[in-house]
């Protein structure tokens, strides 16, 4: 009975329910945390700075504290304790002590009777700057050595550099028939989401600290509010709201949470902050604005024999997820097609700009677009079909890569098999009049980070349940619904083992108090991990019940089945309890009925420093090709089609599903055409826009038809062989875009966001005979560390660093 | 976005009793039609009225009368919802229903007024930020500041001219008229603005716009062209009014072509309009009058697009309204 699948036909997964929260958030029932109000709160405003980079010499918040109604202040000092989301960098103070890093850096704390006086206190703090020079650019990050950012990191205000080779590149490369260079950018953006950020804290008169708060990550959340506020953890819970959209942006501790929370012990009364959406734009931890360089050596079809990957973050002036993010630059680019040897080298930058961190496909849609578009030029090059080229040189299902990421299955030749048929492909490609084009890409992505944040052993998901003797079944889990339907997925999978209704279940999440952990929502880890713990708590729950209901009927135990709320002998359906019955049957044996199922990710091939990002218990694929009009007079580029193949392994919701598709292609518009997390570098590194007026996302009116095709061949580390859908679909939409560009009007954007103007500079250059392409003309030299070198598994590497010796010998 | 600041409102029943109360606040009160445009600015405090006096219960401000014979008379609290759906409007006016029907979304023209829209704020990317923003760029030069952030060295406030209307009622030769406590006036819309982001309007603040009038046609044929990023919410950053009336002979007897959007005024691009007067319609004459046009626009970097390029659209967007009308003959 692996991954649930024991042969016997679905009655609840593969079927499209209904979420179990879509009446409550339809109605207006659902509370978000901003819609929560206790006796006596107060309300809480940080007051930012308005200066990018410097010291603060002073701080007089007496004016602020003597305004009436304000009932506290907090600086910097008051929360002297560092945090932060990876333990490689605990960089952040909840409000700055002694130097700002980027405007819209919070400086102090205010907590008052009503918003209004928050606010008017703010203008009554006095802040004395003495500014420092700024760093805005990748390049300046990677140059100005002083001042620092901060004191940490590899030098100067270069926060990391990493180094991987993967087999003898020289090797690799003499091997190609065909070698081409290019170089890309990828601007940064942000997650956008409808809800801004809001907590709520509450300071009890036991001294235990409750926080509300809208965060997709409970559990780090716990962690450092325990460490900054030096709590016992045990007095400390954190209880995850609804989210109203997240993608990435609520994984970090917040500083707006940490504020709260304290001003709530001082004041011993309730305090809320509601972010504005300027405040957002500051929180970010949005997509890192990447430079790269791709160097790639390919056979006469197409089959790569090398790839030498580099990139550059502009990290913005934090830490965040940032080294994870670096790293998964890095390392994806050889899930899709075989890539024999491999080197990647990554840089991450400080800069005075709010930070950059996981956005949904974190650290991957960068050097995906990167790739996918040279794979079409690689194409174009040779004279083949770019969709069949792809499809002849995919990775191998059940193998491990150079890296030492270890595959399970790959659906990417139907999920291309599909959509080239669907969208006329061979009649099409090449084939369309000037100005309409279409475009192929590829992708995959993680199903779940292999390992957590932080180091430990435990489990990365866990479930209870409890059934009671009304035959009510209440399943608790640390997991949080951002919106993706992670409630409704642990309902159906135990509604699935039991034979019960999915809306009988009562789902109690992302509560420290009531449930066990879960790592949280990022990394599309929820629906594989969380899934997986949810069938084995039912699993043991329906051993329970099968045993007493067995004894009732006296029937060989493996006759009893569960299904219609029935408990019931195979042999004759008619004999049997219903589900009450059988749990009451349960209890009376064996006492109160509750059981466990946790989830821990399998163990990675790769044992070198830097293995850590990139395994996943499974990889989910896609396949995209978009269809598009371009005004060569404007520049403008119309996205009419988006056909999308998704390999899903199984659909636990196909409706659900779709959903997640349609939303990554959406968001995937907005990241091609038109989404800019901009400063104004002359202009104190100011964001040009902290507004969902000028930040320009796309509107209903933008969306493109959307065919869908769900490719599903189960996965066994899936449950009931599911893998992800919440990332992978958005990966392939901005290179599919891009291609199909290239095929309307001839000209290269080597850049996202593909913006009219970049399309008409390309196609200007072109009439004028230049190249007829739009892109960075190279990459800052750069003196990277010595490389970590691993020998391939298929060359006989056992995912260790190799000895210096072994290396010499090779030479 | 911060909160809206106390204010008294007050709402008139008579435009008598409207004038007198402007009249009687004095410089700290505005009129406010649907508050589209003034409560978002409130609440970025680049306007801090103490009281504010709405226009939306005038009954005489709501009515549309006239035809295509005598020419259209709008009220000035008229829904723009109202203006796209008018069957008067759209016969004899269309222009005017079309580039209503390009105004932000449906929700904020159920809620945005015609006479809000030829009256809206001057929009720039340094001044239409919240208050924390603006204070980090120590404000500018519109509000609060000393500097204008788009053209440092420049005496004037370089704001956008962003209402789709404007430069369509400069191309009909609209006529505005306005109350006050010392009589009416109207004034031609050409007359009503002023190329200065801050002095935008010639109008003194007590004055209330109460109607528009659209005169007839009478064979006059008009477009309009928009440029934005998206095909709803987003003000113009390029707007192109071409109106012409064509002689039986096939020549163009008159011309008008204004641009919003790239100017603090719209900017009427007599030049293009010369191109076009005594020749028939054709490529060449098309091309000459475009080419104007791009001469002529000289957006500053203080909206979205780079601006650059949208200088660059200039050209096609007044090819592509010319190329309309001369296939609608």
């Known amino acids: 009975m692996k991954n649930g699948n024991n042969g016997k036909p679905l009655k609840v997964v593969g079927k499209p329910f209904r979420k179990v929260d879509a009446r409550a958030k339809c109605t207006g029932q659902t509370r978000f945390a901003d819609d929560i109000t206790l006796p006596r709160m107060l309300y809480a405003k940080l007051l930012r700075s308005h200066v990018p980079h410097a010291l603060i010499k002073s701080i007089d918040v007496s004016k602020a504290l003597a305004l009436p109604g304000v009932v506290a202040v907090i600086t910097g000092k008051d929360l002297p304790i560092a945090y932060g989301i990876l333990p490689v960098s605990q960089d952040e103070h909840a409000l700055c002590i ?79 028939d065909h070698i081409r260079e290019d170089f890309f950018f990828y601007e940064g953006n942000t997650h956008l989401p409808i809800e801004q950020h809001a907590a709520l804290a509450h300071y009890d008169a036991d001294e235990k600290l409750t926080l509300w708060s809208s965060t997709q990550t409970p559990h780090y959340v716990h962690r450092a509010l325990a460490k900054v506020l030096e709590l016992a953890p045990t007095h400390v819970r954190i209880i995850a709201t609804p989210n109203g959209g997240g993608f990435g942006g609520k994984s970090d501790p917040f500083n707006h949470e940490v504020a709260v929370a304290k001003l709530a012990m001082i004041t011993g009364r309730p305090v809320k902050i509601t972010l504005t959406r300027e405040e957002v734009f500051y929180c970010h931890r949005g997509r890192h604005p990447v430079l790269m360089s791709i160097k790639t050596g390919v056979k006469k079809d197409g089959a790569i024999t090398a790839m030498h990957f580099r990139s550059f973050l502009d990290g913005g002036a934090y830490g965040s997820y940032g080294v994870a993010s670096t790293f998964y630059t890095g390392a994806l680019q050889t899930v899709t097609y075989t890539v024999p040897r491999y080197k990647f080298e990554g840089a991450r930058l400080f800069t005075n700009k709010p930070p950059c961190g996981p956005k949904r496909g974190h650290g991957t849609p960068q050097p995906r677009f990167a790739l996918e578009v040279q794979i079409d030029k690689i194409a174009d090059d040779l004279g083949l079909d770019p969709a069949k080229m792809r499809r002849n040189n995919l990775a191998a299902a059940h193998s491990v890569t150079a890296n030492y990421l270890r595959l399970g299955t790959i659906g990417l030749g139907e999920c291309i098999d599909k959509i080239v048929a669907a969208s006329d492909w061979q009649n099409k490609f090449k084939k369309l009049p000037y100005g309409k084009g279409i475009g192929i890409a590829c992708s995959s992505y993680l199903c779940g980070a292999g390992l957590p944040i932080y180091w430990n052993s435990m489990p990365h998901s866990g479930v209870q349940l409890r059934l009671d003797r009304q035959g009510g079944v209440c399943v608790m889990c640390g997991s949080t619904d951002i919106g993706q339907g992670s409630d409704s997925v642990l309902a159906y999978i135990v509604a699935e083992v039991l034979g019960i209704d999915p809306f009988d279940i009562r789902v109690i999440t992302a509560d420290t108090d009531l449930t066990p952990v879960d790592l949280g929502s990022y990394s599309s880890r929820v629906t594989l991990m969380t899934g997986n713990a949810a069938l084995q708590a039912a699993e043991r729950a329906r051993e329970l019940l099968t045993v007493a209901v067995a004894e009732k009927l006296q029937a060989p135990i493996e006759n009893i089945s569960f299904a219609e709320r029935r408990v019931f002998d195979v042999e004759n359906p008619e004999v049997g309890v219903t589900f009450a019955e059988a749990v009451v049957l349960a209890e009376s044996k064996f006492g109160t009925i509750g059981t466990v199922g946790s989830y821990s990710p399998p163990r990675s091939p790769g044992k070198f420093k830097g293995a850590g990002v990139g395994p996943s218990p499974a990889y989910s694929y896609s396949a995209a090709i978009a269809e598009v009009d371009v005004d060569a007079d404007t520049g403008i580029t119309t996205v009419e089609r988006i056909w999308i193949g998704h390999d899903i392994g199984r659909s636990i919701n196909p409706a659900l599903v779709m959903g997640q598709v349609e939303g990554g292609v959406y968001m995937g518009l907005g990241e091609v055409l038109m989404e800019e997390m901009v400063y104004r570098g002359n202009r104190n590194v100011v964001h040009k826009f902290p507004s969902m007026l000028e930040y320009k996302s796309p509107t209903t009116m933008e969306m493109c038809e959307v065919k869908t095709f769900l490719i599903e061949d189960p996965d066994p580390n899936g449950p009931f062989g599911a893998k992800e859908v919440g990332q992978g679909p958005l990966l392939p939409v901005m290179p599919a875009v891009v291609n199909a560009i290239y095929d309307a009007v001839g000209v290269r954007v080597d850049e996202v966001p593909a913006t009219p103007e970049k399309v008409l500079a390309a196609l200007r250059a072109k009439a004028q005979g230049k190249e007829g392409r739009y892109g960075p003309q190279g990459v800052p030299a750069t003196n990277w560390p010595e490389p970590l070198k691993v020998l391939p598994p298929a060359e006989g590497g056992d995912g260790r660093e190799m000895p210096r010796e072994a290396v010499h010998l090779r030479d | 976005m911060m909160r809206l600041p106390k204010f008294t409102y007050r709402v008139p029943k008579t435009i008598a009793d409207a004038v007198q109360m402007k009249a009687d606040c004095g410089d700290e009160s505005m009129f406010v039609a649907g508050g589209t445009d003034l409560y978002p600015n409130m609440k970025r405090r680049q306007q801090t009225p103490q009281t504010v006096i709405s226009v939306m219960r005038l009954a005489e401000l709501h009515s549309i009368s006239g035809d295509a014979e005598k020419g259209i008379t709008i009220g000035a609290s008229v829904l723009l919802t109202e203006v796209c759906d008018n069957p008067t409007i759209h016969h004899s006016h269309k222009v005017v229903a079309e580039a209503a029907h390009t105004i932000s979304t449906p929700l904020l023209r159920n809620m945005g007024t015609i006479g809000g829209n030829l009256l809206l704020d001057t929009r720039c990317n340094y001044y239409d930020q919240n208050y924390e923003w603006r204070k980090g760029i120590n404000f500018c030069l519109k509000k609060d500041g000393e500097v204008c952030w788009v053209a440092p060295g420049s005496a004037k406030c370089w704001a956008v001219q962003s209402s789709d209307l404007v430069p369509v009622m400069v191309a009909l030769g609209a006529q505005l008229k306005f109350v006050s406590t010392q009589g009416e006036r109207v004034v031609e819309a050409a007359e009503l603005y002023n190329d200065d982001g801050i002095n935008y309007l010639h109008k003194s603040p007590d004055e209330m716009l109460t109607e528009i009038y659209l005169p007839p046609m009478k064979g006059k044929r008009a477009v309009y062209k928009k440029l934005r990023r998206r095909g709803a919410f987003d003000f113009p950053v390029l707007g192109v009014a071409a109106m012409v009336e064509v002689a039986s002979d096939g020549t163009i007897a008159t011309a008008r072509i204004v641009l919003g959007g790239v100017a603090p005024a719209p900017i009427e691009v007599t030049d293009a309009e010369a191109a076009l007067v005594g020749q028939a319609f054709s490529q060449a004459t098309i091309e000459a009058a475009a080419e104007a046009c791009y001469i002529k626009a000289r957006p500053l970097d203080n909206t979205d697009f780079v601006m650059g390029w949208r200088k660059q659209m200039a050209r096609p967007f007044a090819r592509r309204a010319l190329v309309e009308l001369q296939s609608a003959l």
């Open chain 1, 98 to 176: 002694d130097k700002v890093r980027f405007i819209g850096d919070p400086v102090a704390a205010i907590a008052a009777i009503d918003e209004d006086t928050a606010f008017a206190a703010m203008d009554l703090i006095a802040v004395e700057y003495q500014r420092l020079k700024t760093i805005s650019t990748i390049e300046e990050g990677l140059h100005i050595e002083e001042p620092r950012i901060h004191e940490y990191g590899d030098s100067g205000n270069v926060h990391k550099k990493v180094s991987l080779e993967f087999g003898d590149m020289d090797e690799g490369f003499a091997a190609a």
